[in-house]
């Protein structure tokens, strides 16, 4: 069976708490198709509400139904475990996730498969796409809902443009991207050191962006957080994740967040500020230099084929090689005094593969002719640079069934690839264009400015700001909340 161009991937969870989920997820089941162009890919991780017949509504409709069961044995919701199961079993060589409050219209689809080929997402690993998501009023989602989706596209933008009687508001930059699987899972997909909800997808954009794209003018500030999507400078990190989602609304490219009920069951909600503080912790690191990246970046997850395989590599931790790790099997580090040793571990930890490298073959000869008297798979690896100045790892020689050299063209054409560049005249830069052309007078030093910006207050403060009616109906505070109910 042909492989699709692109994998949809859903995450959900179903609760009491939450009964709307279960009616998105079904109602996205029986909307979607799963063809030979695009396959919807639900996972279902923690539901305190098991509900069977959601997955056989789902197989019914002809998609792929997967259930993430560590999480109902931990009874914790992830959704970026979710994510990144799905992404394991993706059969097409492009994933983008959707949120189950999330719609695209048809036409949007279509336009994001003609991209997908245009960009080569399916062959470059630096190639992506960001979609601008458009958060809606209840009464919009309401009304939406009675229209044929066909229409969603115009009835909205059309607003976006105009009066914003539907939009609460829009994000520039979203969860909802598109990206070559194989990059995704060389990147150590989202990083489960984020629990519950809150930043997951800051990070892992964070590290896409580092990875993959050179902008020839970064924002200034990294570590600035304007707290909210209503800002006009170029400086923080939202500013530098919203370049490439005015790239996807050049494209006329959005998906739409429908109004939900937001309740904290199970203390999903209730890790947000740990996760903030992580994110920035991380954040440094992934723009400070390219070995700080590397050394920052989450374990390497295993294509489906090469789960269960581990990969002993006779040397100090390899950060540059990831890729191996992903077609390959999970790497193991070790040193060791003698041959019997060597083959002991061998034999204990079930090890498939030996790597080793021409580097630091003088301390690793005596393994390489114990591994080939005994008939061990191994392959040993060099790194050249090519025409471009561009490092790349080869195989000089191997003896493995796990190597083939389907695999090693995969590999090598995957290391080829330059980052995606967009120069300062490309139209994402267009709404900072006049602040880059513009010095402007800084009120406060950058660390001062960015550490105060990642407090409680500034965030309380922002929101007073740009949305004041919120402000005053989410307080915790009683006769706050009273004063917007009397102020209706």
């Known amino acids: ?46 539901s305190s509400w098991l509900d069977k017949s959601v997955k056989e509504y789902i197989l019914k409709y002809g998609h792929i139904y997967i259930k993430e069961e560590k999480q109902q044995k931990n009874q914790a919701f992830s959704l970026g475990s979710c994510r990144n199961l799905a992404a394991i079993n993706a059969r097409a060589n492009v994933i983008m996730f959707l949120d189950v409050d999330c719609e695209i219209s048809p036409q949007s689809l279509v336009k994001l498969l003609n991209l997908i080929c245009v960009k080569g997402i399916d062959t470059n690993p630096n190639a992506l796409l960001v979609l601008p998501c458009v958060y809606l009023k209840q009464e919009a989602s309401e009304f939406l809902l009675t229209q044929s989706p066909n229409s969603w596209d115009t009835l909205v933008q059309n607003d976006l443009l105009n009066e914003q009687k539907m939009c609460k508001f829009l994000s520039p930059s979203s969860s909802i991207f598109v990206v070559n699987k194989y990059k995704f899972l060389e990147l150590g997909g989202n990083d489960e050191a984020f629990v519950g909800h809150g930043y997951e997808d800051f990070d892992l954009f964070a590290r896409v962006l580092k990875a993959c794209v050179h902008f020839e003018k970064m924002p200034v500030n990294l570590a600035y957080d304007s707290r909210n999507w209503h800002f006009n400078e170029f400086k923080g990190f939202r500013a530098l994740f919203s370049l490439l ?29 740990a996760n903030h503080r992580l994110f920035f912790t991380k954040l440094e690191k992934y723009f400070k230099d390219e070995q700080s990246f590397l050394q920052s970046l989450p374990q390497v997850l295993q294509r489906k084929e090469a789960q269960d395989q581990k990969v002993l590599i006779l040397s100090k931790e390899l950060l540059s090689f990831r890729i191996a790790s992903v077609y390959f099997g999970s790497f193991v580090y070790k040193e060791f005094q003698d041959e019997a040793e060597f083959l002991s571990f061998l034999k204990q930890e079930k090890i498939a593969l030996i790597l080793f490298f021409t580097s630091y073959l003088h301390l690793q000869a005596r393994f390489l002719e114990c591994v080939k008297q005994h008939g061990l798979e191994y392959g040993m690896c060099e790194l050249q640079k090519d025409e471009k100045g561009l490092e790349i790892w080869h195989f000089k020689e191997f003896q493995s069934k796990i190597i083939n050299e389907n695999l090693l063209e995969k590999i090598s054409n995957f290391q080829v690839y330059e980052k995606s560049f967009y120069p300062l005249k490309s139209l994402i830069f267009k709404p900072y264009i006049y602040e880059l052309k513009h010095t402007k007078f800084k009120l406060l030093p950058a660390f001062l400015e960015a550490k105060l910006s990642q407090t409680k207050f500034y965030r309380l403060f922002r929101k007073l700001v740009c949305s004041p009616k919120d402000f005053f109906k989410d307080s915790k505070l009683p006769f706050l909340r009273a004063l917007i109910k009397e102020y209706k």
Request: hydrophobic share 35%.
């Open 1 to 46: 069976m042909k492989n699709p161009k692109l994998s949809i991937i859903i995450p959900f969870g179903l609760s009491v708490e939450r009964a709307y989920i279960k009616e998105r997820v079904l109602q996205k089941a029986c909307t979607y198709k799963s063809d030979e162009k695009v396959e919807y890919i639900f996972v279902e991780g923690f």
């Open 245 to 273: 989602g005015y790239e996807s609304a050049f494209y006329s490219l959005f998906v739409y967040h429908f109004w939900h009920i937001e309740p904290n069951q199970n203390n999903y909600l209730g890790n947000k500020e």
